[in-house]
């Protein structure tokens, strides 16, 4: 706690910093042992379980882009922040951390999978973003817990407009009625897309 001491914008009990660097080993089999026992339950009750391609999930490597460096990307756990079902169409999410910008990857199969095997699938890709230094609203990080709060709640949050940002993870589908949510990782133009 006094790392963050009074700057935090969210109680310490809310607060762990997102992971960064590389997975350790031991973290990695421990969740592929949970993702394997929740395969089994699934299937245990008839669902058919698909996962992302392993050749595409090795995130522990430096990615650069013309734009941005980072020293390694996140996962491939979350399939519901990178791609959502809107019917028959399966939409692919820009992102907004660079830590994420390829996670889109190792369900690229998948996605290839299910538009060859039904002629009324859609796959849309959202237009990927350049996530440069412009995307961005570096002084988000700098503000007190007193300005950080007054900004978010007038929507202004690390993300600008300059690009089309959104996370699948806030859209929910009520119906035939798609909410899109404005948040740290999903901009107005991302809403709008």
Known sequence: YTKYGSSMSHPFSEFLPWPTGPK????????????????????SEGVIVKRPDPACCDFNVR?????FESPNQYCAVCPRDVICTIGNEILEATMSK??????????????????????????????????????YNPEFWTW????????????RFCCNENEVLFDAADTQLIGDVLLVQHSMTTNLAGEVY
Not at 24 to 43: H, P, Q, S, T
Not at 108 to 123: A, E, G
């Open 24 to 43: 350790l080993k031991r973290f990695i089999n421990r969740c592929n042992e949970e993702l394997d026992g929740l395969k089994e339950v699934l299937e």
């Open 98 to 135: 660079r830590s994420r910008y390829f996670e889109y990857r190792p369900y690229r199969k998948l996605c290839r999978d299910y538009f060859d095997n039904d002629p009324k699938m859609r796959w849309v890709s959202a237009p990927k973003p350049l996530m440069a230094d412009s995307s």
């Open 63 to 67: 990615t650069k882009t013309p734009d």
């Open 144 to 155: 007190n817990e007193e300005q950080r709060k007054a900004n978010m709640h007038d929507y």
